[in-house]
């Protein structure tokens, strides 16, 4: 930050000093234009050395990452080529970094797609995808399962209970769209609304 605070006063200076304008003595027009484009020519400058400084990381860390990784074997199998690999120590690490950064505040599991390239050696259209969806879930915690069947249970107990609450008969609604038949509502009535939405689900005793 220091080097480029500095590279940034450097520029500003030297564009001033080769562009500005002598009035008198003690007066002089400031080139403002000219050292504003020059200290952005040095933010160009470091965000480029950044950016090359930073994929050259990437590719060493990468290549590390490869050299450590060991092949068990190489089969194919229906056309599919399968690596069985032996994850090194530092990959179990990320994994770990990773599923600790995806679950963040979540208190029971994160759910992610993930879209991969198929490994085949059939040909397949161009952009053509697998879908995956990685789970990662606390200990001991709530399932996606069990979270599907406690939504289940809820919506169910919630739709008997509007079924009990929801008055019978058609709607009727006079000029001022108020409905007759179901204590002045106005359109849309919400018992002719809760009588279109349980029309598809027959009550427990029935099924």
Known sequence: ????????????????????TMLCEHSQIIPIGVVVDAVLAVRDEVLEELRTALERRIDAD??????QTLMKGLTVKDGAVNLDLIPPREIAAIWVHCAVGMLGD????TETEVKMPSVSMEISP???????????????????HEARQQAEAERDELRELVR???????????HDDQCQAHALHERPCPHGRAQELLADFAPKEDQ
């Open 1 to 20: 930050m220091t080097d480029y605070r500095q590279r940034c006063e450097d520029a500003a200076m030297t564009a001033w000093s080769e562009q500005a």
């Open 62 to 67: 990468a290549e590390a990452l490869a050299d």
């Open 106 to 109: 979540a208190p029971n599991y």
């Open 126 to 144: 161009a952009g053509t995808y697998d879908r995956y969806a990685l789970i990662v879930q606390r200990v001991g915690r709530l399932t996606p």
């Open 164 to 174: 009990e609450l929801a008055y019978d008969g058609p709607c009727q609604y006079d």
